[in-house]
């Protein structure tokens, strides 16, 4: 194995914390500095997790540091890792990658010129639950995927987060926050769209925050809060895609693939794990066969009991894919599609016209036991 590439973190919020616990699970990478324009964000990451605090500026110059991790706001995605870029380091971006497909291409361009490799989360769709699913549809036992439906609805996020303003702005929304999670994993398993088409609408022009420490506060929103969307893969397969902060209930799984053999259930591409169920050519319904992948083992407890989180895997495979001269899974050309189909969706919803992708890209490759396995420390607890 290869020596470890050092890894810097610049954005030092809330999501930082994902990345400083579980970036030890894994070969590869040690993250040794955070960054944030506010340093004393930086001093409290850097204490908290025995790291040292460095300015941007700073981390960028770090000789020991190979990848940085731009966990900025996503308004900043594409200005920040262009300046990563241009300091001659890797870059692994945060969901969305950026917020228009010339920005990734401008990425793109600027990294092939350094021989330098770009990777963006998700990297959920590495879980096991979707591995899972992964290996039942290209084992061939649901025939070729003709058709799904993906439902992520909610009554968004001015209930539980203090500062909820972005959400409600242009870069926001449940498409481009949530929908990369669901966008990225119907790649992984079905592979690149071929157009879209949708309805959006804002039904609420505004809304009032009921957490705190700003209660009663209104905030404006300028961005849609309910999408329905219809994808056209490259395979001829059909999916809809209903996202909303506009319920406060609904009964729709999040994920069903339909098969010319059968049905497969997918669970919440937001997190690693969950239960995979399947049919065959109207049988009833079954759980998939057990199936001992490292990344659907839980391991950490939450309110609504164990789950599985490996987030820092895809930042992990990249590191190896460097080292070994692959291409890695979380890739620059997937996430830069991804962002093609949700910014095409939004544009589709106000032109009410079918638009056709600019980008296309190759299904990640699989991620199986035996290739999780590898990616994990010894050290894993």
């Known amino acids: 194995m290869a020596k470890k590439l050092g890894v810097g973190i610049i954005g030092c919020g809330n999501i930082s914390t994902t990345y400083f616990q579980l970036a030890p699970l894994f070969k590869g990478i040690e993250v ?11 001093k409290a990451r850097a204490k908290e997790y025995g790291v040292r605090a460095e300015s941007v500026d700073g981390l960028l110059k770090s000789d020991d540091i190979d990848i940085v991790v731009n ?35 401008d990425l793109k361009k600027r990294a092939d010129k350094k021989g330098l490799r770009v990777g963006s989360a998700p990297d959920t769709f590495l879980g096991g639950a979707h591995q899972l699913a992964r290996d039942l549809i290209d084992s061939g036992k649901l025939g070729r995927i003709t058709s799904g439906t993906c ?25 481009l926050d949530l929908g990369p999670y669901y966008i990225s994993n119907l790649i992984q398993l079905i592979g690149p769209v071929k157009r879209v088409a949708a309805l959006t609408t804002i039904p609420a022009k505004e809304r009032t925050i009921t957490s705190k420490p700003r209660y009663g506060e209104k905030v404006p929103v300028n961005t849609p809060t309910t999408i329905l969307a219809l994808l056209e ?54 759980k998939a066969p057990k199936w001992d992948h490292p990344f659907g083992v ?84």
């Open 233 to 286: 893969f490259e395979n001829g397969a059909a999916v809809t895609f209903n996202a909303s902060w506009d319920v406060w209930d609904h009964g729709h799984a999040p994920m069903e693939l339909y098969g010319e053999e059968g049905t497969i259930h997918v669970p919440d591409p937001n997190f690693f794990g969950g239960a995979v169920r399947y049919s065959k050519s109207g049988k009833p319904v079954k």
């Open 298 to 381: 839980p391991n950490q407890k939450h309110s609504q009991g164990a789950m599985a989180n490996y987030r820092s895997a895809g930042l992990a495979d990249m590191a190896i894919a460097i080292a070994e001269g692959r291409p890695h899974r979380c890739s620059l050309e997937a996430a830069l599609h991804a962002v093609d189909v949700m910014t095409s969706i939004l544009k589709s919803g106000e032109t009410g016209k079918f638009i056709d992708m600019q980008t296309t890209c190759e299904r990640p490759a699989a991620l199986g036991i035996k290739e999780a396995k590898a990616l994990l420390s010894k050290k894993k607890k």
């Open 151 to 175: 439902h992520v609805m909610s009554h968004g996020m001015e209930h539980w987060h203090p500062n909820p303003d972005f959400f409600f702005q242009p870069g926001g929304g449940p498409i």
């Open 32 to 42: 040794r500095a955070g960054a944030d324009i506010n340093m004393d964000a930086a």
């Open 71 to 105: 966990l900025t706001v996503p308004a900043v995605h594409y200005d920040v890792s262009k300046q990563v870029l241009d300091a001659g380091k890797h870059v692994y971006s945060e969901k969305p990658f950026v917020l228009a497909v010339k920005e990734g291409l």
